[in-house]
Structures are given as C-alpha cells and as structure tokens.
C-alpha cells in the first residue's frame, strides 16, 4: 500500500468504546477527522445515498459559469459527488469548513490537480460566508449543528446568493413532534447502530457529547423556516428514520 493510499483509509470509530469519566460536548477534532468516514456511515442512516444524488442533483441543476458552495464541508464528501457530477464549464465549488483539522483531511483526500470543475477550501464559520453566483449550495448534515436562533439568516443569506433557478439541499436529521413516533424513530436509528458494530456504550456516550450540541427539529419547522427565507418551495426527496433530505428552489 501506498504512503498516499495509507493516508487516506479512514479509521474505525472507537472514540466512544471506553467508558469515561466525564464525556466532553462533541467537536470536530483531530480525533474525529480521522475516522469521520467511518463515524458518519455507521451512524447516518442512507448517508451513501444522500451523497451519491448530490452529485446526481449538481449535474442537473449547476449552471455554466457559477459557484457551487458546500457550506460544512467536513472531509469533502459532497463537494467530490458534486465535483464528478458536474457537467457544466466554468464552475468552481467552495468548500467551507470551521474545523482546520476536517479541512486539512478533505484536502488531502479531495485534489482538484486536472479537475474540470476545481475545489476552493476555505476555513471560516459558514455564518461569516458570503454565498454570491451560486447555481447550487449543500448544506448536509450541517444546519442541525448550528445555533437555531441563527438559522434563518443563514437561509436568507443563502437564498439571496443563489441565481435563478438555483437549489439548495438540505439535510438534517429531525425531530417529530408525535412523542410515540419519536421514540420509534430514535429506536429503529439505535438499531441501524448497533447492526453497524456500535454498542450501547458507545451510542449512549456518543448521544450524551450530542446533547445541546445537535439540536434536530421537526420537518414542518425546516419548511416553514425555508419559506419564511423566501425560498418559492422545498420538497422532501429523501428520508431514512429520522434523517431526511430536501430541495429547496429558488
């Protein structure tokens, strides 16, 4: 195995397998960087998915000459899918991440050397971005971490930067309102867990480092807050328990 291909295998997530003392609020370091693939496929359900129709959705909908913004952009995941699926000549994807640890990783993973569509990382917080000439923007996975009294703003700021006929993704996991089907929800992502390897340990302490950290909520509140953005409709396209993705348009 290559140096280069050594680099890139992702680790296995065992940050939460011990028991510990005092478990610390979730962050994006170094220890995450390096087994996020893993870490985000074993607890997302339908995260191969939603990642695979971001590169569908950026070769239908990206327009010549414009700007692709994948606004926390971790490790890159969905600027590559967007990067293979464009099609269309003069676009450049800004991939923006707060985390310099996720950013070093994506750079490393993600090269646009002979590129048609290339990839500009840029380390900042994504309410400090401005979004201008963009034909398509990704938010996956991404609101959920982000305070919810600033949420619309950034939704604003969004749909003020995308170009006629523009989208925005959007996916998050939700929260439902139904205290029954809650709980269901929550079971069935707890199964999806432990079918991946992960045991109760880890989910009850990864759970604990989550709490007030990620904050879901419900899918009547996402589409009420992109229409009060000004977006003209937002449509569901994919949910797997409790993790959904949307389309918003312009």
């Given at each position: 195995?290559?140096s ?6 992702p680790?296995?997530?065992?940050i ?11 962050v ?15 607890s ?5 998915t939603v ?9 239908e ?14 490790l ?6 967007a990067?293979?699926g464009i099609t ?5 994807i ?11 990783q ?12 290339p ?6 917080n ?6 201008s ?26 749909r003020?930067?995308?170009r ?12 439902f ?12 992502h707890?199964a999806f ?9 880890e989910?009850?302490q990864k ?12 899918l009547?509140?996402h ?8 977006f003209?409709r ?8 409790n993790f ?7």
């Amino acid at each position: 195995m290559t140096s280069q291909a050594a680099m890139n295998r992702p680790g296995k997530d065992s940050i939460y397998a011990t028991q510990l003392e005092k478990v610390d609020s979730f962050v994006f370091d170094h220890r995450v960087a390096e087994v996020f693939p893993d870490m985000i496929k074993r607890s997302v359900p339908g995260y191969p998915t939603v990642i695979a129709m971001t590169g569908v959705l950026a070769a239908e909908y990206v327009q010549p000459n414009s700007r692709v913004y994948d606004l926390g952009c971790s490790l890159g995941a969905s600027s590559l899918a967007a990067q293979e699926g464009i099609t269309a000549p003069g676009c450049e994807i800004h991939a923006i991440d707060n985390s310099r640890e996720m950013l070093d990783q994506a750079q490393q993973r993600l090269s646009s050397e002979s590129a048609r569509t290339p990839v500009q990382f840029i380390c900042e917080n994504v309410l400090d971005s401005e979004i201008s000439n963009a034909s398509m923007v990704i938010l996956n996975f991404t609101l959920q971490f982000i305070e919810t009294t600033q949420r619309l703003a950034l939704l604003k700021k969004i749909r003020s930067g995308l170009r006629p006929g523009g989208i925005l993704i959007l996916s998050e996991k939700i929260a439902f309102t139904d205290s029954t089907e809650e709980s269901l929800q929550i079971d069935m992502h707890h199964a999806f867990k432990r079918a991946n390897g992960y045991n109760d340990l880890e989910i009850s302490q990864k759970r604990t480092a989550l709490e007030n950290v990620l904050i879901p909520e419900t899918l009547e509140q996402h589409f009420q807050r992109l229409e009060n953005a000004g977006f003209s409709r937002a449509d569901l396209w994919f949910q797997c328990f409790n993790f959904v993705s949307l389309i918003a348009r312009v």
